[in-house]
C-alpha cells in the first residue's frame, strides 16, 4: 500500500469546522439537517466550488462505480450516465466510506448520505474543498455495467490561462464564482471532479517520489526545456498542463512505474480525476499506462581553468552521520565527477554528529569528515572545511538537527583567512583600510540576532584567496516555502506568507554585500546557497537592490534556469549572486537530482566559475 497514507485526514472534523465557521457557501446548523430526494449528482455539484447541498442530506442519488480506492482515503466514486450538457456541472462524485469500499467498478448504486466539502490539509491551508458524499447507505441495484466514457483531457481541452482572480469580497476566494470551464484551467479541472479522465501518450515532468506518483504535462509544448521538463518562470506562468498521477491498484499487487523527468507515459492512462492536498487535481488510475525511457542522463560540469576560481552550492538534504555510507559516497561522487571538483564548496543542510537524534548536540565535525573522506575515496581533493556551530534547535529545520551551512575548499587551489572569534550569536562586520575591505570574524554570521533569522539558518561569511586575490562567500539558506498556500489554493493569487521572512533576510545581506562594496568597490563577492525562492521573486529583487548583486541564473538561457523540481513544475530555488566586481563568470546549473526518481538530494547544485 502507497507510503502516502497518513497524508489523508479524516472528514468529520474539517466540515464540522468549515460549517461552524460558515466558511463553505450555503452551510448553516439548520441546513445540515435539510434533506433532499431524487438529486443527480450535478445538482451536488453545482456550477461552483462548493456545493449548493452542503450539509444537507440526500436520498437517492445513483451512479455507475468508476473507480475503488481501498487505501488511504477510503472510498469510490459514480458517475451519472446522463449529464445535464451544462459544461460548468461535474457528473462524478467521490464517496467517503472511511472502511474499505464493499462496490466493485461497474455496479450501478443508490446512495443516501450527506453532502460535506473536505478541505484537503485542513481550513488553514488555502486548498480547495473536495465535494463528497459521506457516512453512505449504499445499495448495489446491478453490476458488470460499462463504465461512462471518459472525458479526454488534452492540450485542446484546458485552457491557457490558469485561474480567474478571486472575489476580492471574499478575501480573494474563487469559491463562490461560477466556474467558467472554457477559460480557466482550474476552473476545467473543477468542472471535472470526480469524473472518469483519460490521458493519452503524455510527458513526464516530475519524476516518480517515494509515495507512488509522478507529474505528467498534456500540453507538450508549455514552457519546455531542452531536458523535457515544464520550466516555472513567473507567478503569471503556472503551465497548465500539468496532472499529477496516481493509481488506484495498491502497491502491493502492481508497483508503481519508476520514471524521470522526459520520460513519457505511453498509451492510455485512465480514472477518476480527485483532488488532494499534496498537488491539486490528481488522474487515480485505474488503468495506467506504460512508463517509456526518455534515457535522461545526469549532467557534468566543465573543469574550471588554472586562473578559473570555481564556486558551487549544494544542498545536500539533511546529510548526517547515521546516513548510509551509500549517500555520503554518491554526493561524494557527484562533487568529484559531476562538479568537477570545485575550488569552494558551500554545503546547506550539514546535520549535526547524531542528526536528528534532539539531545542538544550541535556540533558536526564527524558528519563533516564522513563527507570529505568519502570525497578523497571518490579520487577528490582532501577539502579543508569552515563553519560555525548554532545554537542547539534555533536554526530551523528538522529538530535535533541543527542543519547549517559549511564551508569545503581546496587548500591546494585557494587559503581561507581565519579571523577568530566567530559563534552563533556574535556578528561578523566589515572593516577595511586603502580601499581593501576585510571581515573582522572569517568565518563568520551576519547580523545573528536580527529577528529576520528567527528559526532560521543565519547566513555564514567567509574570506577566501585565490591567487593573491580576496574573494568573499556569503553562504545562505534562507527561509523555507512553509506556509505558502498551494498555486491550487481557492485564493486565487495564492497567499505566500513565507515571502516575509524571506524578504527581511536578503534585505539583511543585501545591505552586508552593500558595506563590502562601499569600502571595496570592486570586491569579488558572491553570495551563495538555498535561497528558497524563484529568480523574478521579491527575495531576488531585495537581494539585488540597488545593484549590489546580480543573479547569475539569469544568464541562462530560461529553458535552463531551475535547481528543483516541485509537482512538475522546474523552477529556481538555489542561487548564486555576484557582485559588481565579478564581471566575467560561467554559469552553471548542474542537473542530477531534482529530475530524478533517483535522488542523492532534492536540489541540483549550482557552480559558478570566475577570474578574480
Known amino acids: 500500500m502507497p507510503s502516502s497514507i497518513p497524508r489523508f485526514a479524516a472528514v468529520s472534523a474539517v466540515v464540522a469546522a468549515a460549517l461552524a465557521a460558515g466558511l463553505l457557501a450555503g452551510s448553516s446548523s439548520a441546513a445540515a439537517e435539510d434533506s433532499a430526494a431524487g438529486v443527480r449528482i450535478h445538482d451536488i455539484q453545482g456550477t461552483t466550488r462548493v456545493s449548493p447541498l452542503v450539509g444537507k ?17 477510503r472510498g469510490f466514486w459514480i458517475q451519472d450516465t446522463e449529464g445535464d450538457a451544462n459544461p460548468a456541472t461535474s457528473e462524478g462524485l467521490f464517496v467517503f466510506t472511511s472502511s474499505v469500499p464493499t462496490v466493485a467498478v461497474g455496479d450501478a448504486v443508490s446512495l443516501n ?22 457516512k453512505p447507505v449504499v445499495t448495489v441495484v446491478s453490476k458488470g455495467n460499462p463504465v461512462p466514457a471518459p472525458v479526454t483531457i488534452s492540450a485542446w481541452s484546458v485552457p491557457d490561462a490558469y485561474a480567474p482572480e478571486g472575489d476580492p469580497a471574499a478575501g480573494g476566494s474563487v469559491n463562490g464564482l461560477t466556474l467558467d470551464p472554457e477559460t480557466y484551467a482550474l476552473d476545467y479541472y473543477e468542472s471535472l471532479e470526480g469524473t472518469n479522465v483519460r490521458i493519452g501518450s503524455s510527458r513526464v515532468v516530475g519524476a516518480t517520489d517515494p509515495y507512488a506518483e509522478l507529474w505528467v504535462t498534456v500540453k507538450p509544448f508549455e514552457n519546455r526545456n531542452w531536458r523535457g521538463g515544464t520550466v516555472y518562470g513567473s507567478y503569471e506562468s503556472q503551465n497548465t498542463g500539468r496532472l499529477q498521477i496516481q493509481s488506484l491498484t495498491p502497491l502491493a499487487q502492481q508497483p508503481f512505474p519508476k520514471a524521470n523527468v522526459g520520460d513519457r507515459l505511453t498509451g492510455t492512462t485512465e480514472g477518476p480525476l480527485d483532488f488532494n ?13 506504460t512508463v517509456e525511457d526518455f534515457g535522461l542522463e545526469r549532467e557534468t560540469t566543465d573543469k574550471q581553468h588554472k586562473n578559473e576560481l570555481a564556486v558551487a552550492t549544494y544542498n545536500v538534504e539533511n546529510l548526517d552521520p547515521s546516513d548510509p555510507q551509500e549517500k555520503f559516497d554518491a554526493l561524494a561522487k557527484a562533487v568529484v565527477e559531476n562538479l568537477a571538483s570545485p575550488d569552494v564548496i558551500a554545503l546547506e543542510e550539514i546535520q549535526d554528529n547524531n542528526g536528528a537524534k534532539n539531545d542538544g548536540t550541535v556540533a558536526a565535525d564527524q558528519t563533516v569528515k564522513k563527507f570529505t573522506d568519502a570525497i578523497v575515496a571518490a579520487g577528490g581533493p582532501a577539502y579543508e572545511w569552515r563553519s560555525v556551530d548554532p545554537e542547539n534547535n534555533k536554526d530551523g ?15 591546494e587551489r585557494v587559503s581561507f583567512t581565519d579571523r577568530t572569534g566567530g559563534d552563533a550569536t556574535t556578528a561578523t562586520t566589515v572593516t577595511g583600510e586603502k580601499g581593501h575591505a576585510a571581515l573582522t570574524l572569517s568565518p563568520g554570521r551576519i547580523d545573528p540576532a ?3 533569522w528567527e528559526s532560521s539558518r543565519k ?15 556569503i553562504a545562505n539558506h534562507f527561509g523555507s516555502k512553509g506556509g505558502d498556500e498551494s498555486i491550487v489554493s481557492h485564493h486565487q493569487p495564492p497567499n505566500r506568507s513565507s515571502e516575509a521572512k524571506r524578504l527581511l533576510q536578503a534585505q539583511a545581506v543585501n545591505a552586508f554585500v552593500k558595506e563590502i562594496i562601499a569600502v571595496e568597490k570592486q570586491a569579488d563577492v558572491l553570495v551563495v546557497g538555498d535561497i528558497n525562492d524563484f529568480e523574478f521573486s521579491g527575495t531576488t529583487q531585495a537581494l539585488t537592490d540597488g545593484g549590489a548583486l546580480y543573479p547569475a541564473v539569469k544568464s541562462l538561457p530560461r529553458g535552463e534556469r531551475y535547481s528543483y523540481v516541485y509537482q512538475g513544475n522546474s523552477q529556481v530555488l538555489d542561487q548564486i549572486l555576484t557582485s559588481p566586481g565579478v564581471h566575467h ?11 530524478f526518481a533517483d535522488q542523492d538530494s532534492d536540489h541540483d547544485p549550482q557552480v559558478l566559475r570566475f577570474r578574480p
Do not use: W
Open 113 to 134: 448520505g450527506t453532502v460535506t466539502e473536505y478541505v484537503p490539509g485542513g481550513l488553514n491551508s488555502g486548498n480547495q474543498s473536495l465535494t463528497q458524499l459521506s
Open 450 to 452: 536580527n529577528t529576520a
Open 585 to 595: 563568470f560561467e554559469y552553471d546549473s548542474v542537473h542530477i537530482n531534482a529530475e
Open 57 to 73: 442530506q440526500v436520498t437517492g442519488v445513483t451512479g455507475i462505480v468508476t473507480g475503488v480506492r481501498t487505501y488511504g482515503s
Open 277 to 289: 492536498q499534496f498537488g491539486g487535481y490528481t488522474l487515480t488510475a485505474r488503468t495506467l499506462g
Open 459 to 473: 547566513p555564514l561569511a567567509g574570506e577566501f584567496v585565490f591567487r593573491g586575490r580576496t574573494v568573499f562567500v
Open 397 to 411: 529545520g528538522e529538530p535535533g538537527g541543527n542543519i547549517r551551512q559549511v564551508f569545503l575548499f581546496n587548500p
